[in-house]
């Protein structure tokens, strides 16, 4: 278990009976439980607590009274209220005793005993607590007496240690009988988290842990269909990767166990367990949270902020800061499953073209496959394959297809090389009698890979290699990798055993640990698939990128459908296989901003929809929003309507058309807000709470989202909506549209919303650097810029732009890049701009003139509208410091 802030903890212990502190949900006075001479008095006192403030001791299964009570639990009925546990836990109910701390080479450990087992089969009666004083002072809670499955995360993540000048931002109380913690923000006395609420339960394959929360607005713990804040109504969460469309109620492609709690006065903290079994998590309106992990250890770590940003910049030094990605993939991506020949693919890239609608990217589903088998190309359908992609490069246009993680294992010997090198260099996933596991995909029988195992990923380079230099890809899409299976377990089945069949199993679909996926007894390098699944995307993630980047010899470019904690440092991520539909389109923005509270940046749901068909409105809509999602792609299922920009009437094409000009202009801002992310852990798509986390109206908001710190995008998600009711918050916003400004209080405003238009609104006091936009990023980057500067009411504004390559390795960390800071004040009665670089090599920028506006002196136009100033004609020689001012 692991608390962690900026700095060391102060601790102290509490005695074992303590009064109820602060957020603390359950009133922790009373008598200590005894396994005998209840009295009925005793009891009463122990089980008298508020309905909602009741943490549940019948998780496991449905109890009697009397088996309720033989776990020396309280059995109150309440029949007409839903989700509120009848057999609970009554105050101080009897659980570890922490003995005396003593020093280690990392920090300072304790044992935790527990005289009498608990009800749980395999119980552990015997725990180390450790200390670790990091970045930011850490517990560990394990078990002592045997070796447990520990998460390590791949390698490279930068280990910050404590700075002892720091000040120190929280206070840690130990409960040592029955044993439990207290860790309080040490500025105001808020209680973070109080685990002295419920019982601490640890058996071999039931870990429980239970906090009172600080308040009921908490955002995370994905990949659920949820909105930004989660529902604390008596609801639960399951993290367990799974093939799964996006719909409520129901496990996900990826695994998240991270949240964050919005506070008062605009203080935050988050929580990670850093666990990769099953994990359920229950939440109660008291609030407070129930994690339930059946496997692995307690290795928990708690961000003190002590606001939004600080807390996400935290969970990112413990899980990696993300990659850079090539500038080209932040524009339009186009695919189909069911573009059937390349002479298809190549009418709707030309299509797209005539069009006129910018596009970066061209791809193919499985279609391309030979019998759908990855890293081959049929050669009826797709024989010129090599010419099609060497014909996008001569565009400017980059190719990206389709790889799954499935090796089909039918082929006759000597005729499909991936299966047959796997199998010489026992790459693949063994069963547990030690035999290849076989599962079922879209090629059929299929092994699967063990990304865990280091030969495992040198054949998947020599693999990635070898397809390379047949057909020259730009990046891969790793699809499937959950890992999805169309059996249960194997084709074979699976062992009757305690890993397919734990003593308990969270809520997932199909009811077992095994569906649609593996079998739990399966063996990979590090430990049973029982403890991996969760982790297979991420490793699958870490081989791929390693491969393009040794291939290619470029910024790699890799998207995954499954997900874990770092995976942002190897891959983008997109949320899966959503329907055409207006709610599916609304969800897609939470869905966005959790992966940014996750560190994963490069994110965007497929638009218009991948399953079932669009309609015109909705995909015009779906645009609009989907050129301010970070990644954009459309992408279509095979049986449905098309949905490329060009199949509809003229008004929605220039709607459509219009959005993604918008987008290209933007690409030197986003590039920027990128560079940020990878460089200081910031966001791109951004929360509202997360950039006013004083504003009380924020703190709900998942309709409207942030570009940064400057651009709001707000939107329509209705359908027949031509007006939008938008949230603004405090301060002067300016229309990035027509540069209207809106002086706002913090309030909603009705704004015009028709076919054509989505509503974006600059914030006072930024520069956003644009620039003419293209039909591709190879084409816009030749192009001028030109900036866009909305004054402060005290007449200045800020904005920067980070430029390079744009595809090359490490241009930040090698200094082969141009940074440049732009200023706009009033010096004087004389507007003036200032740009500000420090640059390791030549760079020029120019500037767009806007038609209908005159140049009044070297280098500044006016806007007609007052504090809206646009930068024209400006070329700087980038070659050292500079300072450069323009007057009106």
Not at 490 to 495: F, I, N, W
Not at 835 to 850: D, M, N, Y
Request: hydrophobic share 35%; aromatic share 12%.
């Amino acid at each position: 278990m692991v608390v962690c802030a900026l700095t060391k903890p102060h601790e102290s212990l509490v005695n074992t009976n303590p009064t109820k502190t602060q957020n603390n949900s359950v009133d922790t006075s009373g008598v200590h439980p005894e396994s005998s001479q209840k009295t009925d008095i005793s009891r009463d006192i122990k089980c008298t607590m508020a309905p909602e403030s009741r943490f549940d001791c019948a998780r496991d299964r449905l109890l009697s009274q009397g088996e309720c009570e033989q776990r020396g639990c309280c059995y109150v009925p309440l029949p007409k209220s839903a989700g509120l546990p009848w057999c609970f836990y009554p105050s101080l109910y009897p659980g570890y005793k922490m003995g005396p701390f003593s020093p280690t080479t990392r920090g300072r450990a304790a044992n935790l005993t527990r005289a009498t087992p608990s009800y749980l089969p395999r119980d552990i009666s015997t725990l180390h607590l450790e200390i670790i004083e990091e970045t930011a002072g850490c517990l560990h809670l394990t078990d002592s007496s045997s070796q447990r499955y520990e998460v390590k995360l791949p390698a490279g993540v930068p280990q910050n240690k404590a700075d002892p000048t720091q000040d120190v931002l929280y206070t840690t109380e130990y409960q040592s009988d029955p044993f439990g913690f207290i860790v309080r923000r040490k500025s105001n006395g808020r209680v973070i988290m109080n685990t002295t609420v419920a019982p601490l339960l640890f058996a071999d394959q039931y870990l429980q842990l239970s906090t009172s929360l600080a308040s009921s607005l908490v955002s995370g713990l994905g990949e659920h269909y949820t909105s930004l804040l989660l529902d604390l109504n008596w609801t639960s969460v399951t993290l367990w990767n799974r093939d799964m469309a996006p719909h409520a109620d129901a496990n996900l492609y990826g695994s998240h166990p991270f949240y964050i709690v919005q506070e008062e006065d605009g203080l935050a903290h988050g929580v990670f367990l850093l666990n990769s079994n099953a994990i359920e998590v229950m939440l109660q309106p008291t609030p407070a949270l129930t994690l339930v992990a059946i496997g692995g250890i307690l290795d928990l770590y708690v961000f003190l902020g002590p606001d939004p940003e600080s807390v996400i910049r935290q969970y990112l030094q413990v899980i990696g800061y993300p990659m850079m990605p090539p500038y080209w993939s932040l524009g339009f991506h186009l695919c189909r499953w069911g573009y059937t020949t390349t002479n298809t693919t190549r009418h709707v890239a030309q299509r797209m073209h005539n069009s006129k609608f910018p596009m970066d990217v061209q791809w193919n589903d499985l279609d391309y496959a030979a019998k759908r088998r990855v890293f081959t190309f049929d050669p009826w359908r797709f024989g010129d394959l090599p010419e099609m992609v060497e014909e996008f490069h001569e565009r400017g246009m980059k190719y990206i297809l389709i790889l799954d993680p499935g090796i089909s294992s039918t082929s006759p010997p000597g005729t499909y090389p991936p299966f047959d090198d796997g199998l010489k260099r026992d790459v693949f996933i063994k069963n547990a009698t030690g035999h290849i596991l076989i599962g079922e995909v879209w090629p059929g029988s299929t092994a699967f890979p063990d990304f865990t195992n280091p030969e495992t990923r040198h054949w998947w380079e020599d693999c990635i290699t070898d397809f390379h230099s047949k057909v020259p890809v730009d990046g891969l899409w790793i699809d499937m990798n959950e890992p999805a299976s169309f059996v249960q377990g194997s084709v074979e089945g699976c062992p009757d055993s305690d890993l397919e069949n734990p003593p308990y199993t969270p809520r997932v679909v199909g009811g077992q640990l095994n569906s649609g996926t593996l079998c739990m007894s399966a063996q990979q390098k590090l430990s049973t698939h029982y403890n991996l699944h969760n982790m297979y995307g991420l490793t699958e993630a870490y081989a791929t990128h390693s491969a393009l980047r040794k291939v290619r010899g470029k910024r790699p470019f890799v998207l995954s459908r499954s997900s874990y904690p770092g995976i942002g440092r190897f891959s983008g991520v997109w949320t899966g296989d959503v329907r055409s539909d207006w709610e599916q389109l609304r969800y897609s923005i939470p869905a966005v901003l959790q992966f940014s509270l996750f560190g994963v940046p490069l994110v965007g749901a497929d638009i218009c929809g991948f399953g079932g068909n669009t309609t015109e409105e909705l995909c015009v809509r779906w645009m609009q929003l989907g050129a301010f999602y970070p990644f954009m792609r459309n992408h279509n299922d095979k049986p449905n309507a098309p949905q490329e920009p060009y199949v509809f009437g003229q008004k929605a094409q220039a709607a459509m058309r219009s959005v993604l000009n918008l987008r290209y202009s933007l690409l030197p801002f986003l590039y920027t807000l990128f560079h940020h992310v990878h460089a200081t852990a910031d966001t791109v798509a951004r929360p509202l709470f997360v950039e006013f986390p004083t504003d009380p109206n924020s703190q709900t908001i998942d309709r409207q989202f942030l570009w940064g710190s400057s651009l709001l995008i707000s939107p329509v998600l209705e359908q027949g909506a031509v007006e939008l009711a938008a949230y603004l918050p405090p301060g002067t916003w300016y229309s990035l549209h027509n540069g209207q400004p809106f002086y706002s209080k913090g309030q909603y405003l009705l704004l015009p919303a028709p076919l054509d238009t989505i509503n974006v609104h600059v914030r006072e006091g930024h520069i956003i650097p644009q620039q003419e936009p293209a039909l591709t990023t190879i084409a816009s980057r030749r192009n001028p810029f030109f900036l866009t500067v909305a004054l402060s009411a005290g007449g200045w504004a800020r904005g920067d732009l980070f430029w390079d390559d744009g595809d090359s390795l490490d241009t930040f960390e090698m200094g082969n890049y141009c940074y440049v800071i732009f200023i706009a004040g009033q010096v004087g009665k004389r507007q003036v701009i200032f740009a500000l670089g420090k640059l390791t090599r030549l760079c020029f920028i120019s500037v767009f003139v806007p038609k209908n506006q005159t140049v009044l002196s070297a280098g500044l136009c006016v806007c007609p509208l007052p504090q809206v100033l646009t930068v024209t004609s400006l070329a700087l020689p980038m070659t050292k410091v500079f300072t450069v001012q323009w007057a009106l």
